[in-house]
């Protein structure tokens, strides 16, 4: 199966260091094996949305096929085009929870007219920063347990470091006090750099920071990389979109995914 979407295509590339991929004509089987619980590790891909009960029940069928649904305790599909008209309660009717985004895409970077200048912004130093940039990453409040969340950004910390051995790429954080409190990550493959979302700590947000890291991650990437353009995966409505608009992106995709965790008592114990 040729992946279309520019959001799945550098997905699969970011993500090849720790996954292994089986692909078919028809579909795409993602796995992690180092965290097998890991939702967007281990996945399918089809090339859209199931359109029918009977097509999705396939659907299921072959997750079954490919993982060990009741050990792993989740289910979890994506689709490499996402049309307009899709019946979602073929998803929903089956205990599946939907999310809908899309890929965002900056050619020429806009100056904002407020940029925080103040702060200072660096690239990170990965030995001596690392234990920060995890602790950066762990939302105490999150729905995933914190020694799950630390062992996923152990895991993607390491990979990233040797990603960044193969092709272009960066992460531009904001410290104070000593700790990071904003980070951000862009990494070039081929003409195309896919952003990581910006992470800014909860008690230094609402100060420009996201909007700096941007600004200077797509300044270096341009001047240094001669990429053609930059992509960033959003979520549909968030307040984020508002700051991507105002540094130039616009929507070239829409995507999403399907997610069905498994009731408490099906899983294994421990």
């Known amino acids: 199966m040729e992946l279309i979407s520019k959001g799945q295509k550098t997905d699969i590339v970011m993500d090849s260091l720790e996954t292994s991929i089986e692909n078919t004509p028809d579909y795409i089987v993602v796995r992690?094996?180092?965290?097998?619980?890991?939702?967007?590790?281990?996945?399918v891909i089809f090339p859209q949305p199931a359109q029918s009960e009977q097509e999705f029940a396939k659907w299921m069928d072959l997750y079954r096929q490919k993982f060990d649904v009741p050990k792993q305790g989740f289910m979890h599909f994506t689709w490499d085009q996402n049309p307009a008209e899709t019946d979602w309660t073929i998803y929903t009717k089956q205990g599946f929870t939907i999310f809908t985004g899309h890929t965002l895409s900056l050619q020429q970077i806009e100056k904002p007219a407020r940029l925080n200048q103040q702060v200072r912004v660096r690239t990170i130093h990965w030995k001596q920063?690392?234990?920060?940039?995890?602790?950066?990453?762990?939302d105490p409040h999150g729905s995933a347990s914190i020694e799950y969340?630390?062992?996923?950004?152990?895991?993607?910390?390491?990979?990233?470091?040797?990603?960044?051995?193969?092709?272009?790429?960066?992460?531009?954080?904001?410290?104070?006090?000593?700790e990071l409190v904003a980070d951000l990550g862009l990494y070039a493959i081929k003409d195309i750099a896919r952003f990581h979302a910006p992470m800014v700590?909860?008690?230094?947000?609402?100060?420009?920071?996201?909007?700096?890291?941007?600004?200077?991650?797509?300044?270096?990437?341009?001047?240094?990389?001669?990429?053609?353009?930059?992509?960033?995966?959003?979520?549909?409505?968030?307040?984020?979109d508002r700051l991507y608009a105002q540094l130039g992106f616009i929507k070239i995709e829409d995507i999403g995914e399907a997610t069905k965790v498994l009731p408490k008592e099906i899983q294994p114990s421990e």
């Open 32 to 43: 992690t094996p180092s965290m097998p619980d890991y939702y967007s590790g281990n996945k």
């Open 129 to 138: 920063d690392f234990h920060s940039w995890k602790a950066l990453h762990v």
């Open 149 to 178: 969340q630390q062992r996923y950004w152990q895991m993607k910390g390491l990979k990233l470091q040797q990603f960044q051995e193969i092709f272009p790429g960066q992460r531009w954080v904001i410290e104070q006090d000593g």
């Open 201 to 240: 700590a909860p008690k230094w947000r609402k100060k420009g920071y996201a909007t700096r890291l941007i600004y200077e991650a797509a300044v270096f990437a341009k001047q240094y990389w001669q990429v053609r353009e930059m992509i960033l995966v959003s979520e549909v409505g968030s307040d984020a």
